[in-house]
């Protein structure tokens, strides 16, 4: 590339693992162009991810599509002034890490000679990109799919790395009053029925972490978790503190980089608390940790190696893969992290 300030449009639309996932391409691309223009794409409700992040110049903010309603509920005056950007601002490279048609509705409204991606993505979105590298290895993580096209573009190879300014000055002294305690947070939800561990393991856990290392146990989640989180407590014998549907964004980075521990199922938070570099005991069943587990050292992952594990179905009418783990295995990951950072 001959500009010496390149544009570079990022098109990441969601969703919460995947725009965390692609921060490490972020970093290669800012290393590998310290005074381009690096502009980043996604749907506002994962904007947040992004804002004010160090290596982004800007942050445009796109609504979501669905297939069938391309356009059709989109606020028109927001659509208009997003459409104008892209056929107004000019990109030197385009990359597509969504691969969707979703995606690929921008990035051929964008106004750029080199529009770069995966070929044979899903829904066709590969058919507007002028630049496909072949076909991604659907076995290797997410985190290093993404930083492969920017070493396509002449990035290093080192270490993935990882920044966010999310949650740093939040004040959460309403949600957690200090006690003196090391915090550990429980995280059990997940949009898919499947992912999903029983709430009285959950609360058998909760109350060893609380007895065996004098931890602070909060639970956390989405309003929609709020059922599951309050379940929990209800079998609980130990104190806990139910945050599920109290906290924003900001919120729960801020509660995730103070816990010392946190132990998930395969969602967001899981990603988050990765990112933030809180360790992570990471519950999986339908989906494969290679593919999408908490990226980078120091972290658990707990499953039973059953036949049928994989099998990526969000629903499950016998879903042993985690009715059938035991708390202790859960338990068994968690003190060896506990034991590493050197807390007994």
Same mark, same amino acid.
């Given at each position: 590339?001959?500009?010496?300030?390149?544009?570079?449009?990022?098109?990441?639309?969601?969703?919460?693992?995947?725009?965390?996932?692609?921060?490490?391409?972020?970093?290669?691309?800012?290393?590998?162009?310290?005074?381009?223009?690096?502009?980043?794409?996604?749907?506002? !409700?994962?904007?947040?991810? &992004?804002?004010?992040?160090?290596? *982004?110049?800007?942050?445009? +903010?796109?609504? /979501?599509? =669905?297939? %069938?309603?391309?356009?059709?509920?989109?606020?028109?005056?927001?659509?208009?002034?997003?459409?104008?950007?892209?056929?107004?601002?000019?990109?030197?490279?385009?990359?597509?890490?969504?691969?969707?048609?979703?995606?690929?509705?921008?990035?051929?409204?964008?106004?750029?000679?080199?529009?770069?991606?995966?070929?044979?993505?899903?829904?066709?979105?590969?058919?507007?990109?002028?630049?496909?590298?072949?076909?991604?290895?659907?076995?290797?993580? !997410?985190?290093?799919?993404? &930083?492969?096209?920017?070493?396509? *573009?002449?990035?290093?190879? +080192?270490?993935? /790395?990882? =920044?966010? %300014?999310?949650?740093?000055?939040?004040?959460?002294?309403?949600?957690?009053?200090?006690?003196?305690?090391?915090?550990?947070?429980?995280?059990?939800?997940?949009?898919?029925?499947?992912?999903?561990?029983?709430?009285?393991?959950?609360?058998?856990?909760?109350?060893?972490?609380?007895?065996?290392?004098?931890?602070?146990?909060?639970?956390?989640?989405?309003?929609?978790?709020?059922?599951l989180a309050g379940?929990?407590?209800?079998?609980?014998?130990?104190?806990?503190?139910?945050?599920?549907?109290?906290?924003?964004?900001?919120?729960?980075?801020?509660?995730?980089? /103070?816990? =010392?521990?946190?132990?998930?199922?395969?969602?967001?938070?899981?990603?988050?608390?990765?990112?933030?570099?809180?360790?992570?005991?990471?519950?999986?069943?339908?989906?494969?940790?290679?593919?999408?587990?908490?990226?980078?050292?120091?972290?658990?992952?707990?499953?039973?190696?059953?036949?049928?594990?994989?099998?990526?179905?969000?629903?499950?009418?016998?879903?042993?893969?985690?009715?059938?783990?035991?708390?202790?295995?859960?338990?068994?990951?968690?003190?060896?992290?506990?034991?590493?950072?050197g807390i007994n």
């Open positions: 590339m001959s500009d010496e300030h390149p544009r570079i449009l990022i098109v990441k639309l969601s969703s919460f693992g995947d725009v965390l996932h692609a921060l490490p391409t972020l970093e290669a691309l800012r290393v590998l162009y310290p005074t381009g223009q690096l502009t980043w794409l996604v749907e506002s !409700a994962y904007a947040p991810l &992004l804002e004010d992040h160090p290596a *982004l110049d800007e942050v445009w +903010t796109a609504p /979501r599509l =669905r297939p %069938g309603q391309i356009f059709s509920r989109a606020n028109p005056s927001r659509l208009y002034r997003l459409l104008r950007r892209l056929r107004r601002q000019p990109f030197d490279v385009v990359i597509d890490l969504q691969g969707l048609l979703k995606s690929a509705v921008w990035v051929a409204l964008a106004h750029s000679p080199r529009k770069l991606g995966y070929d044979r993505t899903r829904e066709g979105s590969y058919r507007v990109l002028s630049e496909r590298l072949p076909p991604f290895d659907r076995e290797a993580h !997410a985190v290093l799919r993404y &930083l492969n096209l920017a070493h396509h *573009l002449g990035a290093p190879v +080192t270490p993935a /790395r990882f =920044r966010l %300014g999310l949650g740093a000055e939040v004040d959460i002294s309403h949600l957690l009053p200090t006690q003196g305690r090391g915090l550990v947070v429980l995280h059990p939800g997940a949009r898919w029925l499947s992912k999903l561990w029983p709430a009285a393991a959950w609360a058998q856990l909760g109350d060893w972490l609380s007895q065996q290392h004098r931890f602070q146990v909060a639970i956390t989640g989405s309003a929609a978790d709020q059922g379940a929990i407590l209800q079998q609980m014998r130990q104190p806990a503190m139910l945050l599920a549907g109290r906290t924003s964004l900001p919120e729960l980075a801020a509660v995730l980089r /103070r816990a =010392r521990l946190a132990v998930t199922t395969d969602t967001g938070a899981m990603h988050l608390a990765a990112a933030l570099g809180t360790p992570v005991t990471a519950l999986f069943g339908p989906t494969a940790p290679w593919r999408t587990g908490p990226f980078g050292e120091g972290h658990e992952i707990v499953r039973l190696a059953l036949d049928c594990s994989p099998c990526f179905k969000r629903r499950c009418p016998e879903p042993r893969c985690l009715t059938d783990l035991a708390p202790e295995m859960v338990q068994a990951a968690c003190e060896k992290i506990l034991s590493s950072a």
